[in-house]
């Protein structure tokens, strides 16, 4: 399946923000991408380009193709309450971006290939789908006798941002999926309203 692997720093420069992690060069070239990115005119976005941006920056943000982010999106307006909200929830709780925000994998994109290598296990049995979708109460660890590699190991030891859905026991290598996270907890800056007028045309 087609995945973006291209330069991280040139989707950022896209977006005029480190959706994909910061970098020096989005400092120095705080301008779009391409030949004429610093000398062009900010064009002004119609209504539909401002909410076709930031589906394009959602997509971007949790590494999804358009047909997958589709459906998430029809799951959510299924599910009751806010729709949007709903959807962000949904992202949230696929199994690659937990392993990410557990601190397992440095990114998501290392969080999938992880779990394409069945590498993760979810109460205790190997799952090698990244979109699993993750339950409150799923306990996340790493396969029994897996080699944690120098990489892993030091993504483990490394003290990151600590999130209030997500627990995680550095003596049994293990995470537990405790709940939906709230809009205001998730650190990602999505007007999933935008997203949400966007799918309604």
Do not use: C
């Not at 950022?12 to 400092?27: C, H, N, Q, V």
């Not at 998430?72 to 909200?85: C, D, I, L, N």
């Not at 696929?94 to 557990?102: K, P």
């Not at 409150?136 to 941002?161: C, E, F, H, Y």
């Amino acid at each position: 399946m087609a995945r973006y692997i291209g330069p991280k720093v040139k989707v950022s420069r896209t977006f005029g923000e480190p959706i994909l992690g910061a970098g020096k060069a989005l400092d120095k070239k705080a301008y779009p991408p391409g030949q004429h990115g610093q000398t062009r005119k900010k064009k002004q976005l119609s209504e539909y380009g401002v909410q076709l941006k930031e589906k394009q920056k959602a997509k971007h943000i949790y590494g999804l193709l358009e047909r997958q982010f589709a459906r998430f999106y029809h799951e959510a307006s299924r599910k009751k309450g806010v729709t949007g909200e709903n959807l962000l929830k949904l992202l949230e709780s696929r199994i690659d971006n937990t392993v990410f925000r557990l601190g397992v994998a440095s990114t998501r994109r290392q969080g999938r290939q992880m779990v394409n290598h069945k590498q993760i296990t979810i109460n205790g049995k190997v799952v090698g789908i990244p979109s699993y979708t993750l339950k409150p109460g799923d306990v996340i660890g790493l396969k029994p006798n897996a080699k944690i590699t120098g990489l892993v190991q030091s993504n483990i030891n490394r003290k990151g941002a600590k999130f209030a859905w997500l627990e995680w026991n550095s003596d049994t290598l293990k995470g537990t999926f405790l709940a939906f996270p709230e809009k205001d907890q998730i650190p990602e800056n999505i007007k999933e309203q935008l997203i949400v007028e966007l799918y309604s045309k």
